[in-house]
Nanobody, 124 residues
Framework: QVQLVESGGGLVQAGGSLRLSCAAS????????MGWFRQAPGKEREFVAA????????HYADSVSDRFTISRDNTKNTVYLQMNSLKPEDTAIYYC?????????????????WGQGTQVTVSS
């Protein structure tokens, strides 16, 4: 079992930056692939970024690949999402997710554990 708690969301102007954190419980964090997803009002939840267990492999949605960076600190059981050059269309609830696996998935279905989400609002 893994419990995930996101933090770091908030209100920011377009062009600004935020860093989201996701703290995980348990002693086997380094065995989990981690992902970030987001859900905007009236839209389906979508993939944002994912990172391998050791952090050496990352994947991004095309819409964020040149602006967001996913990273992890396995000593702190935490995964991060650094978001730069934010746009109003980045407004959404951001969720982190975990899966006990080797493969780095970019779709929702494989992930077993989800956080409650943190709201990111980007004003124009």
């Amino acid at each position: 079992q893994v419990q995930l708690v996101e933090s770091g969301g908030g209100l920011v102007q377009a062009g600004g930056s935020l860093r989201l954190s996701c703290a995980a419980s348990g002693r086997t964090f380094s065995s989990y692939v981690m992902g970030w997803f987001r859900q905007a009002p009236g839209k389906e939840r979508e993939f944002v970024a994912a990172i391998s267990r050791g952090g050496g492999t990352t994947h991004y949605a095309d819409s964020v690949s040149d602006r967001f960076t996913i990273s992890r600190d396995n000593t702190k059981n935490t995964v991060y999402l650094q978001m730069n050059s934010l746009k109003p269309e980045d407004t959404a609830i951001y969720y982190c997710a975990a899966k006990y696996t080797v493969a780095v998935y970019t779709t929702m279905a494989p992930y077993d554990y989800w956080g409650q989400g943190t709201q990111v609002t980007v004003s124009s």
